[in-house]
């Protein structure tokens, strides 16, 4: 069987910057062909970003991609890689863009393209299209209707992207009535919580399903919300792994495969799903056989709480990165949220670029600032502090204040100071939301919901302690500082807005509080479902009354990493001015 | 020909408030039976208000939609109606609801009923979907694939839900097949600005292709930011208008037709696009002829200002009546956005309700503060002063702030003061930026950005002058004191954060800059065609990059009455971390 060397390069891009974007595409290529790979791979719509949003339907933003794409085959042909097949995921749109309610405008494919010689010699586009949970596909694209086969050494290798494998039929049959000896998808997969695992038997199951070796290239990084994990797999025919690649870490997976030759009745012609065979021969002859091969590997998997906490790191320095900043400013309250958000800081973009403000007030307690200040000390962040007893002072002499009224002050004049040293200063602002708050909206609008993004918005209570503690764990087991104090941890949480305040004033115990939530957030259960599971009804009835008055809050809040499958965000979309009651 | 008279209840109804919407149905079912009508119909999802977005895909609401349906059938029946066929919208499921990826969970559906002899005697769920502009529909429900047919007293009418109508081939083609005499859609359209006129095109030209009378019944009102602008219209076989409702105005629409008896050899089966024919036959049985008919009318067209105007009015009215509030509290600086928001909020819930509070600073000048006044005194609004010196001392002395921080700062702390005023007395804070400033980020983020809603965020500064001397000559003309100071109409205006600041030392002119905002902004057009179009290319780019680095500041602006096609917010959506540069 011929043998070819794959070359995945499991990158980021940034959404928009398709110069950028196609520089890294540059670089790969020649890092693939110094490692002698014969086949190279990127990511669903690397020269444009994923995902482009309202992007796909701007004209010229299209064109752009277009004549990216174009220069980009000159490019690699002119650095002396054209007769390295490379596979590049662009934006596109059909030539046919007739103009009609209900398509796209300018018909947008979500595409990609193989590049050689200089030139695009097959493109192809997406053919089924998410439009659930975070994707909106349907709104942008057109789907495509072919199945791309290419003639790489003597190997027919089907290409697909992403969905084309999540859902039945299309491309996975298709690959195995053309007769294909590889299949190549190039993805943009959103992190989830375990849903690793779910791809891997989804892979595997595709794999068998095609017939033939299946290479599942993934994304790695950050858009907004969106978080990217890595974990590329190369699978056997017989559903075996060949190779597995790290999670959330950049790089380049090179894999030798053992092929079988393009069959010499190759089919032509429409095959599964009304897919047109669109077939292009690059070379025919085989690589001379080689070794040593190269075996792949198989990386390590993460543990679950340092999946998710290498997920939260990726997103905000992605975010902050993409945003064009170099560090932030995080309120510091000695609490457990603000303390897990600048740990995460401080492996995102290093302790020396995040900025922690105490701003106590006459309800804080003086464990709060000593533990506040303590994390600035385990942490080597940059630390002030700044009381906001005269502002106080000001507002309730002009106003006078009392009860709601009087604590949401003290946390809108933190939002303020924070604001205004952001402005002076140029760091953007964490915000230090959880999930759980921000659920049942026990947080204050403009006070500490102020930030340009919000590490651990999509991470529950109960998660933020065991975050905390495994960061501690791991620092401790590396002979680090841990970077949390204890004393943030064991504390009961408080917002300290008023004298003797704790959390469980106002609501369940987190435990009871996060579970019900899940059923309710995440899973989309009704009031009787939840009860059944073993809640007491008045309880879940507040909660779920909290849960359904505070969509207001959640839509101002500002954007975070999204690590579940539903949080708080375009996966979840409510009216505001919202009748149903499911306690009612 | 037999004689049918109709009742088109044109009127809201609101998400998720199940309960009070049936109530509705059955207080405008008893004026349709009490005005003699034989066949009734309410709006699309009437039951469950429009749109419900992720409720949809909740189990609990899609089965009390459905439960609420089959009692409002038997209340109906109880209460004597039982004989009157009511056509109302409502949210239902398939039973074929096997989960599938890409399938909405729970498989929904759009659907309307026919309710008789307090029975459901017929559903059907709207065939063409949606999926564009503000409209996500293949997110949420799946179509239906029956033509449905309802017999009533002699005559085959057919009925369609909203998109039918807007897209080519389907209902309406059927509705010719199927040989009906009456084609009703039920819609919840919302309003843009001219789509009256679009509409009622669309409506004529259906009804030809139907080859019968077509009722097409609008729903008005609003939700979050989208407004409903009634405007049903009744159009014979040969196109001419029958009957059209007023715009933005509750009620019933009653109107006499003359419709042909149903044929005897009605088809039946497969008719266009594969749809069913789902016929019922209820009563075959003439009305008796009878004398005067009821001639539906032909109410009067707004004018283009007042029409706007009135949405503006209705959006906000309905965001603070279905929030459950009473008030509203606005921040009055004496230029034309604050006073234009306070003359909406005066004609929305009554000047005795609106409360305004002037925050002078240090560079306030002293034609603000009278304006703000004089707007107060002209309207009735509840007034009141609070200067922020005393704050801006505070944070100053603290924080030593310069430049864009300090402007930025006294913002906020009108911000801070709004919401501690609402936090004590119970209004919901407007926010007064208009689609000028938000679209190029010429405002304060947790500064004059707060607020629970921005009436005018959709409103470009040139038509906030428009509109706010039409509201002036309106009240003129009815002989009543205009509402807003002429001199906030005619002096530059400024932010007053700085000694001698206009708008216009950073910003171009306002209408040079909306008409390059509406070409980039509404019409997706690129700076090159821009430039084609009159504009100097720097100033175009400079207006450009200013757009496409204030998507930040917009996500977290809060929701507002829409009336263009593509405004800001779920109909317009970019990646924040976006690379990508127009100007470029």
Chains 1, 2 share one sequence.
Request: glycine share 10%; aromatic share 8%.
């Amino acid at each position: 069987m011929p043998q070819l060397r794959l070359a995945l390069n499991q990158i980021d891009s940034q959404v928009g910057n398709i110069a950028a974007n196609a520089d890294s595409v540059v670089h790969w290529t020649r890092h693939s062909a110094e490692q002698g790979a014969h086949l190279v791979a990127f990511p669903e719509m690397m020269l444009t970003g994923y995902p482009v949003e309202d992007l796909a339907l701007r004209t010229s933003f299209v064109e752009a991609s277009r004549t990216a794409l174009r220069e980009l085959a000159e490019r690699l042909a002119a650095e002396g890689f054209g007769e390295l097949p490379v596979v590049v995921g662009y934006l596109d749109r059909t030539e046919q863009a007739a103009p009609r309610l209900g398509r796209p405008a300018g018909s947008p494919e979500n595409a990609a393209a193989v590049l050689y010689g200089g030139k695009v010699v097959l493109r192809f586009a997406k053919h089924h299209l998410p439009n659930y949970g975070v994707f909106d596909e349907f709104r942008y694209f057109v789907p495509g209707d072919t199945q791309p086969v290419v003639r790489v050494r003597g190997v027919d290798v089907a290409l697909a992207i992403c969905e084309d494998l999540w859902q039945e039929g299309g491309r996975v049959p298709a690959t195995r009535s053309a007769g294909a000896g590889l299949l190549i998808s190039v993805n943009a997969s959103p992190y989830e919580r375990n849903k690793d695992d779910q791809r891997l038997e989804l892979v595997r199951k595709r794999a068998q399903e095609a017939g033939c070796t299946l290479a599942y290239l993934a994304m790695i990084g950050g858009q907004d919300e969106l978080v990217f994990d890595g974990d590329s797999i190369v699978v056997g025919a017989d559903g075996e792994v060949i190779a597995r690649a790290p999670q959330f870490s950049e790089g380049c997976v090179l894999v030798d495969l053992d092929l079988p030759a393009a069959r010499a009745d190759a089919p032509e012609g429409l095959v599964d799903d009304g897919l047109r065979i669109d077939r292009v021969i690059l070379s025919e002859e085989p690589v001379e056989p080689y070794e040593p091969v190269v075996a792949g590997g198989y990386a390590d998997r993460l543990d679950d709480d340092e999946e998710v906490y290498d997920a939260l790191v990726v997103g905000l320095r992605a975010y902050v990165r993409k945003n064009g900043f170099r560090s932030v400013l995080i309120g510091l309250s000695g609490g457990i949220d603000s303390a897990l958000v600048a740990a995460i800081a401080c492996d995102a973009i290093g302790a020396q670029n995040v900025y922690g403000v105490s701003m106590p007030s006459k309800y804080s307690s003086d464990h709060s600032k000593g533990d506040a200040s303590e994390l600035a000390d385990r942490t080597g962040l940059n630390f002030r502090t700044v009381p906001i007893e005269p502002m106080f002072d000001a507002y309730m002499g002009s106003l006078g204040l009392t009860g709601l009224a009087e604590e949401n002050l003290q946390s809108r004049l933190r939002g303020t100071m924070l604001m205004a040293v952001s402005n002076q200063e140029g760091h953007i602002v964490l915000a230090p939301g959880n999930k759980s708050e921000l659920a049942v909206g026990y947080s204050t609008l403009y006070g500490d919901s102020v930030g340009a993004y919000g590490p651990i918005k999509d991470v529950y209570k109960t998660d933020v302690f065991r975050l905390a503690r495994y960061r501690n764990r791991a620092a401790a087991e590396r002979g680090e500082t841990p970077p949390i104090p204890e004393n943030s941890i064991v504390k009961p949480p408080s917002a300290e807005l008023r004298p003797g305040q704790v959390d469980t004033d106002s609501l369940p115990d987190y435990p009871v509080l996060d579970a019900i939530l899940e059923l309710y957030v995440d899973r989309d259960q009704g009031i009787d479902a939840i009860v059944e599971a073993g809640f007491d009804r008045a309880l879940v009835a507040k909660t779920l009354r909290m849960v359904d008055t505070a969509e207001y809050k959640r839509r101002q809040y500002p954007p975070g990493t999204k690590i579940s499958a539903k949080g708080f965000g375009k996966d979840r979309r409510l009216p505001i001015t919202n009748g149903w009651r499911e306690h009612a």
